[in-house]
């Protein structure tokens, strides 16, 4: 599991972490984990594809209409030349 070191954590910071770790029950360390986890994973957080997903059938796309969106092109792509 990768490591995460985070300096110059003013002292009010870090005592206001401990504190909120203390009444849940937590070592510092757990509920920076813990607040981080659900700041950038929040429960119910829809996926991209599913986004897209929803908004095809909103809009009233075909099952043919929507396969075609999918298809990807695999084609080398090619570097642009300016000259």
Same mark, same amino acid.
């Given at each position: 599991?990768?490591? #995460? +070191?985070? !300096?110059? %954590?003013?002292?009010?910071?870090? !005592?206001?972490? !401990? @504190?909120? /770790?203390?009444?849940? *029950?937590?070592?510092?360390? /757990?509920?920076?984990? @813990?607040?981080?986890?659900? +700041? %950038?994973?929040?429960? *119910?957080? /829809?996926? #991209? *594809?599913? #986004? ?6 909103? @809009? *009233?796309?075909?099952?043919?209409? =929507? ?8 084609? +080398? /792509?090619?570097?642009?030349? =300016?000259?």
């Amino acid at each position: 599991m990768p490591m #995460l +070191t985070v !300096r110059n %954590v003013p002292d009010e910071v870090h !005592r206001a972490l !401990r @504190a909120r /770790a203390s009444l849940r *029950g937590r070592s510092t360390e /757990a509920e920076v984990r @813990a607040i981080l986890r659900e +700041t %950038v994973l929040p429960e *119910g957080r /829809a996926a #991209l *594809g599913s #986004l897209l997903t929803a908004v095809g059938r909103r @809009a *009233g796309l075909t099952e043919e209409e =929507f396969a075609s969106l999918v298809q990807r092109d695999r084609s +080398t /792509a090619r570097p642009v030349d =300016f000259e």
